[in-house]
C-alpha cells in the first residue's frame, strides 16, 4: 500500500498541490496563533520606576480585602485612600517624609511635585527646579525652556528639562502648587529604616491599618498602574485565544472539506481499482497513505512558516497598540506540536471520510457515480449535521431561558456562530440544489451543472459560507450591541447639553457652571461600589454619584420599581443583575473607597446592554471626582450654550449638545462603537479568515477545473467556441460564490435573532443591524477570486486540441 500510495502521489502530483497548500497554510495559522498565545502567558519583570532609588515607599490601602467560608477576596478600590494624618505624624519621627500626587495634566501628559524626582532618579539637563507656582519641569527634550505651554490648571512655562526616562511624559510643579492641584495624597516617601518604617505602621502608629511598605523590587507598586502587564497579558490572551480559535475552526473546517473533495473527486479511480479486484480496505488503506505522504510534509512546511510568521504578528500588534512594547515570540516548543499534529490529523480524517464511501460502493455503481453525485449528502454527515443543528437550537433556548445577558458578552457572540456554520457546512449538499433551482433560471447549462456536480458546488460554496457567517455574525452583534446602548443612551439622556473633562472639574469651574442662569446643572463623578454576592463573590458595580433632584432633571433612568427620587445619603439605585434587589431592602456594600455600609434599595433599573448601573449620592463616593455635568436649558439653548462655552474657556472642559454627545460616545456604523482593541481583534480575525478562504476557495477551484477537461472537450466537441466555455465556467464560479453566500447570511440572521431576543428579554430592544457594506465587500471579494481561479486553469486547459 505504501508504494502504491507513493507511486499515485508522485504521478498525481498536480492533484494533490491543493491540499498540500491548504494544509500547510492551516498548520502555519495555527502555529502562528499558538506561538503568540503561549508568548502572551508571562509577563517580563519589571523593576521599580518613579521610585527606583526611594529608600523606603508607604501606601494608602489601595484594595478592598474581605474574607469569606472560601478564602479573602480582593477588588481594588476606586478612590485608595490616603496615609492616614496620625501615622504621617509617625512616620515623621523617624526620617524626612516626601508626600507623592499624581493628576492629569493635558492628554498622557501628568504632574507631580518637583520633591519626587529625585527618587527615579530624574536629573536637570537644562535649566533650574521650579519657584513659582506657574513654573514647571518638563521631562525629555521635546519643550523647550522657555516656551509656554496651556494645561488644563492654566498657562504654565518651562524653567527647566530632566532626561526622558520612556515610562512617563510628565511635568514637575513646585509642591505647593502640586498640593493644591491634587490636595489628597495616597503615598509617600520616607528617609528612613525600613524595619522602623514598618514597626510604625504595623502596630506603633494608631489608625495604620491598610497601610502598605514597598521596599526593593516591591516598589513597582507604587508605579501608575503597576497592574498594566497582568491586563496586558489579559487582553492578549483575549485577542489571541479567540483568534486562535476561530483559526483553528476555520483551518480544521477548509481542509478537511479540501481533502475529502480532493478523494471525492477521484471515485472513477477507485472504482476501477474495485473493478480490477481491489478490496475496499485496501482502498482506504490507500487513501490514508496518501493522505500520510501529503500531510506530513505539510505540516512539516506549515510549523516552519509559522515560525517565520509569528514574529511578524508580533511587531504588527504592537504597532497597532493591541500589545505592549515588551511583546515578542518566545522560544515554546508545544505550540509546534499542537499543529503539527492537529494537521496531520485533520488531514487523515478528512481522507478517512471521504474514502470510506468510496471503498463501499460495489465497482459498476463507483463507475456511475462517478459522472454524477447521487448522493452527495450521506447519511453520517446527515446525522452529524441534524445533531450539531438540534445542539444550537437548544443551547441557544436554554441561554435566552435561564441567562439571556450571556449573549451580550464578547465571548460568548464570537463562539457561538461556529456550532451553526459547521452544521450547515455539513447540511449544504441538501440545500445547495434548491438554493440553485432558486437563482438560476432553468433550462442553462450552468444550472445543471452546479445542481448535477453538488459535492463541487458545496466545496467550493464552504468557505464562502464561513467567511460571510463569521463577518455577518461578528459585526453584526457588534453593530447591534452599538445600536441598543445608543438608544438606551438616548431615552436616558434629556439634558440639552453634556460637558466632558480627561482632568475633572474644579470646584471654580463647577460654580461658574451652576451660577449661569436659566440652566439646571447636574455634576456627576464616576465611582464603585462592592457587594458580596452569595456570600463567596466580591463583585465590583460601576457607579455614578449624582445629586438626585438634579439628576432627575438631566436623566430620564428606565426604573422597574421604587423611584430615583428616593435616592438619598442612606439609599442605593441598583439594577436586576444584583441577587438582592427589592425596593426598600437594605443591602451591605464597601463604597469606592472601602468604607462599609448598609443602603437601603430606593430603585432598581433593568440590567439592559450592562450600561445601567449603580446610582449613589456624593456622599457615598468620597473623593470621586466630577468629570461629567449635564445641563438642562430653562431659557433659549443656544444663548445657554455660549454662556457654558465661556464659562470654561480657560479649561480643558468639552461642550457638545445632546445629539453631538450621543454620536461622540455611542458611535453606531460598523466597527466605530467598538474599543480601539476590538476594532483591531475583529479586523485581525476576520482577516485571517478571509484570506485563508481565499486561499482555499482558489485551491478548489484549481482542483475542480483541472478535473474537468473531459467535460471542456465535450463541449468543444458540441460545437461551443472558447469564449463560451470560459463564461460558463465563469458563471457557474460566481453562482457558487452566491449559494455560499447566502448560506453564510442564513447563518447570520439565526445568530443575530438569537442575539435580538437577549436584548428584548434584557429591556433593550434594538433593530438588527447587518453590516451590509461589509458582507458585499466580503462576497464580491470571494467572487473575483472566485472567478479568477477558475477561468485561469479552464484557458490554459482549453489551449489544447
Known amino acids: 500500500m505504501l508504494s502504491l500510495a507513493a507511486r499515485t502521489v508522485r504521478s498525481r502530483w498536480s492533484a494533490f498541490v491543493g491540499s498540500f497548500v491548504a494544509l500547510s497554510l492551516g498548520v502555519s495559522l495555527i502555529t502562528v496563533m499558538g506561538l503568540a498565545l503561549a508568548s502572551s502567558l508571562d509577563a517580563p519583570e519589571r523593576t521599580p520606576e518613579r521610585f527606583a532609588v526611594a529608600p523606603v515607599v508607604v501606601q494608602g490601602q489601595g484594595t478592598l480585602r474581605v474574607p469569606t467560608p472560601i478564602g479573602d477576596r480582593v477588588q481594588k478600590l476606586a478612590q485608595p485612600r490616603p496615609v492616614p494624618a496620625r501615622t504621617i505624624a509617625a512616620l515623621r519621627k523617624l526620617g524626612k517624609v516626601i508626600e507623592d500626587r499624581t493628576f492629569v495634566v493635558r492628554g498622557d501628559l501628568v504632574g507631580h511635585p518637583w520633591s519626587t524626582a529625585a527618587f527615579a532618579p530624574y536629573e536637570l539637563t537644562a535649566g533650574r527646579a521650579p519657584r513659582a507656582a506657574d513654573e514647571v519641569v518638563a521631562t525629555g527634550d521635546r519643550t523647550p525652556v522657555g516656551q509656554r505651554l496651556r494645561t488644563a490648571h492654566g498657562v504654565v512655562r518651562v524653567v527647566g528639562t530632566v532626561g526622558a526616562l520612556g515610562f512617563e511624559e510628565a511635568l514637575f510643579y513646585t509642591d505647593a502648587r502640586a498640593a493644591r492641584l491634587a490636595p489628597v495624597s495616597t503615598q509617600l516617601v520616607v528617609e528612613a529604616d525600613a524595619a522602623a518604617v514598618r514597626r510604625v505602621v504595623d502596630g506603633g502608629a494608631p489608625g495604620g491599618g491598610g497601610v502598605r511598605v514597598l521596599t526593593g ?79 506530513a510534509p505539510a505540516s512539516a512546511a506549515g510549523c516552519a512558516l509559522g515560525a517565520y510568521a509569528a514574529p511578524w504578528l508580533a511587531r504588527r500588534v504592537v504597532d497597532g497598540g493591541l500589545a505592549p512594547a515588551w511583546f515578542a515570540i518566545g522560544d515554546h516548543v508545544w505550540p509546534y506540536h499542537l499543529a503539527f499534529w492537529t494537521g496531520l490529523s485533520v488531514a487523515l480524517c478528512g481522507a478517512a471520510a471521504a474514502s470510506w464511501r468510496a471503498g463501499r460502493i460495489a465497482p459498476t455503481q463507483a463507475l456511475r457515480e462517478a459522472s454524477v453525485d447521487e448522493r452527495p449528502l450521506t447519511r453520517g454527515r446527515l446525522l452529524c449535521g441534524a445533531a450539531l443543528s438540534i445542539a444550537a437550537a437548544a443551547t441557544l433556548t436554554l441561554t435566552l431561558l435561564t441567562d439571556p445577558g450571556d449573549l451580550l458578552h464578547r465571548k460568548t457572540y464570537v463562539s457561538r456562530p461556529m456550532l451553526l456554520i459547521t452544521a450547515t457546512a455539513l447540511l449544504a449538499p441538501a440545500l445547495v440544489r434548491p438554493l440553485i433551482r432558486l437563482l438560476v433560471p432553468r433550462g442553462t447549462l450552468v444550472r445543471s451543472n452546479a445542481g448535477t456536480a453538488v459535492r463541487r458546488t458545496a466545496a467550493i460554496a464552504a468557505p464562502v459560507l464561513v467567511t460571510v457567517a463569521l463577518t455577518g455574525s461578528l459585526l453584526g452583534a457588534t453593530a447591534t450591541l452599538n445600536e441598543a446602548r445608543a438608544a438606551e443612551a438616548r431615552a436616558r439622556t434629556v439634558s440639552d447639553f453634556v460637558l466632558t473633562s480627561p482632568t475633572g472639574f474644579s470646584s471654580d469651574t463647577l460654580r461658574r457652571l451652576r451660577a449661569i442662569p436659566g440652566a439646571e446643572v447636574s455634576a456627576t463623578a464616576s465611582s464603585a461600589v462592592y457587594v458580596l454576592e452569595e456570600g463567596v463573590a466580591l463583585v465590583k458595580s460601576e457607579a455614578r454619584a449624582a445629586d438626585p433632584g438634579a439628576l432627575a432633571a438631566t436623566t430620564r433612568l428606565p426604573v422597574t420599581a421604587g423611584r430615583v427620587a428616593d435616592l438619598d445619603d442612606d439609599s442605593i439605585v441598583v439594577n436586576e443583575e444584583w441577587a438582592r434587589h427589592e425596593v426598600g431592602r437594605r443591602v451591605t456594600v464597601w463604597l469606592g473607597d472601602g468604607t462599609r455600609r448598609s443602603l437601603r434599595v430606593a430603585a432598581v433599573l433593568p440590567v439592559g446592554t450592562g450600561d445601567n448601573g449603580v446610582y449613589v449620592t456624593p456622599a457615598n463616593a468620597p473623593r470621586a471626582a466630577v468629570d461629567r455635568v449635564e445641563v438642562k436649558a430653562v431659557k433659549a439653548a443656544p444663548a445657554v450654550g455660549a454662556e457654558l462655552r465661556a464659562a470654561v474657556r480657560s479649561t480643558d472642559v468639552t461642550v457638545l449638545t445632546r445629539e453631538a454627545w450621543l454620536r461622540a460616545a455611542y458611535p453606531t456604523a460598523g466597527l466605530s462603537g467598538a474599543d480601539e482593541k476590538t476594532r483591531l481583534g475583529f479586523l485581525l480575525v476576520l482577516g485571517i479568515a478571509l484570506l485563508y478562504t481565499a486561499i482555499s476557495l482558489a485551491n478548489t477551484l484549481l482542483m475542480a477545473t483541472s478535473d474537468r477537461r473531459r467535460e471542456f472537450a465535450s463541449l468543444r466537441l458540441a460545437g461551443a467556441t472558447t469564449g463560451q466555455v470560459l463564461r460558463l465556467v465563469a458563471t457557474e464560479a460566481a453562482v457558487v460564490v452566491t449559494v455560499g453566500a447566502v448560506l453564510g447570511l442564513l447563518v447570520t440572521a439565526l445568530n443575530l435573532t438569537g442575539l435580538w431576543s437577549a436584548l428584548h428579554l434584557q429591556s433593550a430592544p434594538s433593530a438588527l443591524r447587518l453590516p451590509w457594506p461589509e458582507l458585499a465587500a466580503t462576497t464580491a471579494t470571494c467572487a473575483l477570486l472566485a472567478v479568477a481561479s477558475a477561468v485561469l486553469p479552464a484557458a490554459r486547459v482549453l489551449r489544447g486540441p
Open 217 to 295: 523590587a516591591d516598589r513597582r507598586l507604587a508605579d501608575a498602574d503597576p497592574a498594566r502587564d497582568t491586563e496586558a497579558l489579559t487582553t492578549l490572551n483575549a485577542l489571541f485565544g479567540t483568534a486562535g480559535g476561530v483559526t483553528g475552526f476555520v483551518s480544521v473546517f477548509v481542509v478537511a472539506s479540501t481533502f475529502a473533495f480532493a478523494v471525492a473527486q477521484r471515485r472513477r479511480e477507485f472504482g476501477l481499482l474495485r473493478t480490477a479486484g481491489a478490496t475496499p480496505g485496501q482502498i482506504r488503506r490507500t487513501v490514508l497513505m496518501e493522505a500520510l505522504l501529503v500531510g
